[in-house]
C-alpha cells in the first residue's frame, strides 16, 4: 500500500510560479513511476509529468514543456512538480499518482490540490 499527500497549490497570478509537494509512505521501495496529473473543470484528466522513481526518465505533456520540471528526493519519498510561468489555462486539480512494479498504469492517488491562475 502505498499513500500520497500534495501540498502546495493555491492562487496565483499569470507569469506566477507555484511548487507542488508529494510526500509518499508505505511501500515506497515498490514504486516504479510516479507522475503528476490535472484536471480542469469539463475537462478529462491529462498526464501533465512523470518520472522514474529510480533512474533518469522523465516526460513533459507539450503544453507544460518548458515551463514545469518535475523532480524527486528518494531519501525524503518526495516528488516535486515546479511550475513556471503560469497561464490561466494550467488552472485545474493536481493529483499526484505512483505507479507500483510489477503493474501497468497508475494505482495510488492522492486527493488532489487546487491550482488557481488568474488573469
Known amino acids: 500500500q502505498v499513500q500520497l499527500v500534495e501540498s502546495g497549490g493555491g492562487l496565483v497570478q499569470a507569469g506566477g510560479s507555484l511548487t507542488l509537494s508529494c510526500a509518499a509512505s508505505?511501500?515506497?521501495?515498490?514504486?516504479?513511476?510516479m507522475a503528476w496529473f490535472r484536471q480542469a473543470p469539463g475537462k478529462e484528466r491529462g498526464s501533465v509529468a512523470t518520472?522514474?522513481?529510480?533512474?533518469?526518465?522523465?516526460y513533459y505533456a507539450n503544453s507544460v514543456k518548458g515551463r514545469f520540471t518535475i523532480s524527486r528526493d528518494n531519501a525524503k519519498n518526495t516528488v516535486y512538480l515546479q511550475m513556471n510561468n503560469l497561464k490561466p489555462e494550467d488552472t485545474a486539480v493536481y493529483f499526484c499518482?505512483?505507479?507500483?512494479?510489477?503493474?501497468?498504469?497508475?494505482?495510488?492517488w492522492g486527493q488532489g490540490t487546487q491550482v488557481t491562475v488568474s488573469s
Open positions: 508505505g511501500r515506497t521501495d515498490s514504486m516504479n513511476v
Open positions: 518520472i522514474s522513481w529510480r533512474g533518469a526518465y522523465t
Open positions: 499518482a505512483a505507479d507500483v512494479a510489477g503493474t501497468s498504469g497508475f494505482d495510488y
